[in-house]
């Protein structure tokens, strides 16, 4: 059973930069498409970003392209999304999350969550000064 384990949150300044990690135990994660989702209170879950399972490519919303970055490390089972210029906007709890397994797959997506069965817990991401 696939379980995941986001850590790296916290409280940064407006321009800052933060790294969330997911740590992945049970499965191997590179079977899988990855994702990045963020939920603010009385809002729906927003795609942030995704990344396959083959090729790497990868996805990011309007909002945060050339400031978020995903990544994997496959030896370590742990995926990453580094955020730079952080923007208050950006407050949120970030949820990673995987879908599949799906092994080969080119393309992901983060329009929908429905693809992705696997949660973590969420980590709270706080930019303010």
């Known amino acids: 059973q696939l379980q995941l384990v986001e850590s790296g949150g916290g409280l940064v300044q407006p321009g800052g930069s933060l790294r969330l990690s997911c740590a992945a135990s049970?499965?191997?994660?590179?079977?899988?498409?990855i994702g990045w989702f963020r939920q603010v209170p009385g809002k729906e879950r927003e795609g942030v970003s995704c990344?396959?399972?083959?090729?790497?490519?990868?996805t990011y919303a309007d909002s945060v392209k050339g400031r978020f970055t995903i990544s994997r490390d496959n030896a370590k089972n742990t995926v990453y999304l580094e955020m730079n210029s952080l923007k208050p906007e950006d407050t949120a709890v970030y949820y990673c999350a995987a879908g599949g397994p799906y092994p080969g797959q080119p393309l992901c997506v983060i329009s929908t969550s429905r693809l992705y069965g696997y949660w973590g817990q969420g980590t709270q991401v706080t930019v303010s000064s």
């Open positions: 990344l396959s399972s083959k090729g790497g490519t990868t």
């Open positions: 049970g499965v191997s994660l590179d079977r899988y498409v």
